[in-house]
T-cell receptor
Framework: DAKTTQPPSMDCAEGRAANLPCNHSTISGNEYVYWYRQIHSQGPQYIIHGLKNNETNEMASLIITEDRKSSTLILPHATLRDTAVYYC???????????FGQGTTLQVKP | NAGVTQTPKFRVLKTGQSMTLLCAQDMNHEYMYWYRQDPGMGLRLIHYSVGEGTTAKGEVPDGYNVSRLKKQNFLLGLESAAPSQTSVYFCASLRNNANNEQFFGPGTRLTVL
């Protein structure tokens, strides 16, 4: 599975959009991009995933570049409860295995 | 639905003791996983199962054994605990389609003295 690179930390003002980048330059054609987050010491929570097209759900939007070498997770109106570690993961395995990196710690400030 | 539950929530062991962590899911999921998370790190996959009666090694399997005798349960065993196994252990499950979301349990905090 391809590796990902994320900034270690980011800040965002409450109510503003949070844009979290992820580089996955070695991604192969059948690999999906997944985003999970972990609040405090809870179990990780699924946010969104995609293959080629941009995706949106009730939590976030995922923008994948045309060459698929990078992506951005967008939280449209960040709240204090969105403060968490966000993990970008690339995976194709038909076993569903996820390889976590160290993620981006997002701090949403009032 | 209770989702994914883990038992126990906390445990303290002495070096050399053994224990079993239980993960249960009531979603009829086919796939199940055990991860560990050390302070300041991401999760690392220990073992996983793609169906009842099957198990496979993940990134860091040494020192652990697993069993999946029933579809809803995935057990993680430590035969002889070591201080290096002090960690938070998370279990997760996945529906039949591998390209879908994993559901995680609340974690078990294990300390080995």
């Amino acid at each position: 599975d391809a590796k990902t690179t994320q900034p270690p930390s980011m800040d965002c003002a409450e109510g503003r959009a949070a844009n979290l980048p992820c580089n996955h330059s070695t991604i192969s054609g059948n690999e999906y991009v997944y985003w999970y987050r972990q609040i405090h010491s809870q179990g990780p929570q699924y946010i969104i995933h995609g293959l080629k097209n941009n995706e949106t759900n009730e939590m976030a939007s995922l923008i994948i570049t045309e060459d698929r070498k990078s992506s951005t997770l967008i939280l449209p109106h960040a709240t204090l409860r969105d403060t968490a570690v966000y993990y970008c993961i690339v995976s194709t395995s038909n076993t569903g295995k996820l390889i976590f990196g160290q993620g981006t710690t997002l701090q949403v400030k009032p | 639905n209770a989702g994914v539950t883990q038992t126990p929530k906390f445990r303290v062991l002495k070096t050399g003791q053994s224990m079993t962590l239980l993960c249960a899911q009531d979603m009829n999921h086919e796939y199940m996983y055990w991860y560990r998370q050390d302070p300041g790190m991401g999760l690392r996959l220990i073992h996983y199962s793609v169906g009842e009666g099957t198990t496979a090694k993940g990134e860091v399997p040494d020192g652990y054994n697993v069993s999946r005798l029933k579809k809803q349960n995935f057990l993680l065993g430590l035969e002889s605990a070591a201080p290096s196994q002090t960690s938070v252990y998370f279990c997760a499950s996945l529906r039949n389609n591998a390209n879908n979301e994993q559901f995680f349990g609340p974690g078990t905090r294990l300390t080995v003295l």
